[in-house]
């Protein structure tokens, strides 16, 4: 193998330690890989394997970035320039103070608001979408759909309002304000850092205010007026109550004389048994204990609260000898009766759903999640994870896609949008779910801060946007200090600093910010840009504008947004060049198209994060994704150009 020195000079790469990079053309027996070549190869098997979703993107990012060293198209000692990038900074401090925000309780105040809407799905809308909107542009837009997620869950209980017409247009909205301010999204951080790159001057925080602002005000007034009825109903999902319907799946299994699992605990129970099969409480002479609060051996007479199907009832009768407990006998006359006292607890009643009698799960702390794209728990089962022993949790159901899984509970592997039904200690559960990345939906309480410490996150925020107005910091610079303060004065605890971190994010922009500048110092973001150049070279400079908004959305659709950004800021500037204009309008469009995933759950995390709670399925976002995609596209080309001229 023989290989040729190519000298390729790089304009983004400066202050990168990625400049006048010699790259080796690879001759393998006369087929000849130019360096553009391998940088398309490697793109093109990282964008399949981001496709794929076999892999978490981070490890996808990380083997992308180590197979660019080893092809020589990214110099090893720059191979993790990356994580000192003023991007991946600026990102890491902003989802600390985003969760300083939540903290301290400026949110909790303004979603309070929102849960006195009225019955009106309009009003119920205008004011959801609008707060995330507002709410996205001054903190991570992810970290905002958290916080009104539960909040928009309750509103559609409380008002019989299915959740599936609130969540998407929620999800949709937090995209459309991120377009709003230089840290609202990670692509508007990428392009401002970009630029500082390539003309040593960054755009400011307010840089992306006059478009992203009108862009965001249109796609509210879309989703409001029409795009709502663009999204399915579905039917009798006013709550994920009857898809975890307990009462449906409850059963009383009585611990006989001749019954094997006598003298034994719940965990010698399941180890018998080689099944999580969870027990939610055990009830002894009329006195119930919660399941994972019982530590006992398990007597005569006990009667055990349990989740089990047909299966798993035949399993439990065959391998310890619980039977289920006899259907009740319903006497017609009794119909309109007040239930006696003992009929009050929780029996296994298989007739009609009409005719039975709610469970009461009083003091079983069952609480709904929803499993985060980031979370531990991704491709993994409950037996992997040591739900039980380890974060002191009991899985009693799993929904996906809109309906409850039926296949047993070890069995299942989660994935991200997952609504899990849990139960564990009302203490503990807030870190557990914490820990294992799951948003909690259900039984989530407003909490609200502190005034003081309210005072003071609002002060340190307006502290660093002044020192970034008037460059008297870097944004990265303003952010990190500003994040500092906040966990030095415990408006942020430490811990709840570190783990506001989304590390497979960092590991991502980290990770791929090499990568994206060896497409341009390769010559590849050139071969691109010349394409487009020739294939609109008798169109105006507009069309080649929208061309290559169109193509950045639908790579934003398929991968990372931050990953889109990354890719096509060198395209974008080298269109610029090529046109000879100015490089701003074309890295707006970018900046603007690499937010709009709004066409796949998996564009974004936080079209994934409705995905569960929502009942939807994949087909079901460009429904809305596509027109509002149509209305963003017209009212950004136009505005961009406005304010930014060529």
């Known amino acids: 193998m023989s290989a040729e020195d190519i000298s390729v000079e ?54 992308a970035l180590l197979g660019s060293v080893m092809l020589g198209l990214v110099p090893a000692e720059s191979a993790f320039a990356g994580f000192g990038h003023p991007a991946v900074i600026t990102v ?39 707060t995330i909107v507002v709410l996205s542009g001054i903190m991570n837009n992810v970290g905002a759909l958290a916080l009104l997620l539960p909040v928009a869950m309750r509103l559609a209980r409380e008002h019989n309002t299915s959740p599936s017409l609130l969540l998407m ?34 755009f400011s925080m307010f840089s992306f205010s006059p478009v992203g602002i009108v862009v965001a005000l249109a796609g509210l007034a879309f989703i409001v007026l029409v795009g709502w009825r663009l999204t399915p109903k579905r039917s009798g999902q006013a709550s994920t109550d009857e898809m975890f319907d307990t009462a449906n799946y409850l059963v009383e299994l009585k611990v006989g004389e001749e019954s094997k699992a006598k003298g034994l605990t719940l965990q010698q129970l399941r180890d018998e048994l080689d099944e999580t099969i969870p027990v939610l409480a055990v009830v002894r002479d009329d006195n119930r204990r919660a399941g994972y609060n019982f530590h006992g051996a398990l007597e005569e007479g006990d009667i055990l609260l349990l989740e089990a199907g047909p299966d798993e009832l035949q399993m439990l009768e065959d391998k310890v000898g619980l039977s289920a407990i ?18 009050k607890d929780p029996v296994n009643k298989k007739d009609s759903a009409q005719d039975r009698q709610p469970v009461d799960t009083e003091g079983l702390q069952l609480i709904e999640a929803v499993v985060r794209n980031d979370s531990m728990m991704i491709n993994r089962s409950v037996r992997q994870l040591r739900l039980n022993h380890q974060f002191g949790l009991h899985l009693v159901a799993v929904a996906r896609d809109g309906g409850r899984l039926k296949q047993r509970l070890r069995d299942i592997r989660f994935k991200n949008g997952d609504v899990l039904l849990l139960q564990g200690s009302e203490n503990e559960m807030s870190d557990s779910l914490a820990s294992l ?22 002060a340190i925020f307006a ?101 889109a950004a990354l890719l096509m800021a060198p395209i974008a500037v080298s269109l610029a060049n090529g046109f000879d204009v100015s490089l701003d309008p074309f890295l707006m469009v970018v900046a603007v198209s690499a937010s709009c995933a709004f066409l796949t759950p ?15 399925r994949f087909g079901d976002y460009w429904k809305l994704g596509l027109p509002l995609s149509l209305v963003v596209l017209v009212v950004a080309i136009p505005m961009i150009l406005w304010v930014w001229p060529l």
């Open 169 to 202: 247009p929620l999800a949709f909205g937090s995209l459309l304000g991120g377009l709003t301010t230089m840290i609202g999204t990670p692509p508007n951080i990428i392009i401002s850092s970009y630029r500082r790159d390539v003309t040593d001057e960054a």
């Open 326 to 343: 006899a259907e009740l006998e319903e006497d017609p006359e009794a119909e309109d009766a007040e239930p006696a006292e003992s009929d």
């Open 602 to 616: 998996i564009g974004h995390q936080s079209n994934t994060l409705v995905l569960g709670p929502g009942g939807y």
């Open 437 to 458: 990345g799951c948003l909690p939906l259900a039984s989530r309480e407003l909490h609200l801060g502190q005034p003081r410490k309210l005072a003071m996150s609002i």
């Open 10 to 63: 790089g304009s983004s790469a400066e202050g990168s330690g990625i400049e006048n990079v010699s790259i080796e053309a690879l001759d393998l027996g006369g087929l000849t890989l130019t360096p553009s070549t391998l940088v398309f190869i490697v793109l093109g098997l990282t964008l399949a394997a981001f496709i794929w979703g076999r892999f978490r993107y981070d490890l996808v990012a990380l083997a």
């Open 92 to 130: 890491a401090a902003v989802l600390v103070l985003s969760r300083g925000f939540e903290r301290s309780g400026v949110v909790d105040i303004i979603a309070n608001q929102v849960l006195k809407v009225g019955e009106n799905l309009l009003l119920q809308l205008l004011v959801l979408v609008g």
């Open 463 to 563: 502290l660093a946007i002044v020192a970034m107005l008037f460059d008297l910091l870097p944004a990265a610079v303003a952010m990190s200090s500003a994040a500092l303060i906040s966990l030095l004065i415990g408006v942020l605890p430490l811990r709840e600093g570190y783990q506001a971190i989304d590390g497979p994010v960092i590991v991502l922009l980290a990770a791929m910010i090499p990568v994206g500048e060896a497409l341009e110092t390769s010559g590849g973001a050139d071969l691109i840009a010349n394409a487009l150049l020739s294939f609109g070279s008798d169109w105006p400079v507009v069309v080649t504008m929208i061309g290559l908004f169109l193509l950045s959305m639908l790579l934003s659709n398929v991968v990372n947004n931050a990953a």
